[in-house]
């Protein structure tokens, strides 16, 4: 696809909740927008490199012989529990409750 096709954002000016300066640089590029307090969403040109940093990590894993996990974001109470972190990040944790 054509970089003219891309949604890219640019900024001239640096965002006042911007410090870092790979934060500026990611801002001012159209790679990321803030949504909320610690929350951001990746545009076309951040999602793309974070797609190929993926890779690279994942292809030097495949040439030691790792193999890749993808664990679940929504886990039961009772792993956490059992592990006794319940209790320590259980505050800090999204919970749901069963309805059925």
Request: hydrophobic residues 40%; charged residues 30%; positive net charge.
């Amino acid at each position: 696809m054509r970089w003219t096709k891309y949604y890219l954002p640019t900024l001239k000016e640096v965002p006042s909740e911007a410090e870092i300066i790979s934060h500026i640089l990611m801002f001012r590029a159209g790679m990321i927008r803030k949504v909320s307090s610690g929350i951001y969403s990746y545009l076309p040109l951040g999602l793309r490199v974070i797609r190929k940093v993926e890779n690279i990590i994942r292809e030097e894993m495949n040439k030691k012989g790792a193999i890749e996990v993808f664990l679940p974001s929504v886990q039961p109470a009772e792993l956490w529990k059992e592990s006794g972190r319940w209790d320590y990040y259980g505050p800090e944790l999204l919970r749901f409750k069963d309805r059925h």
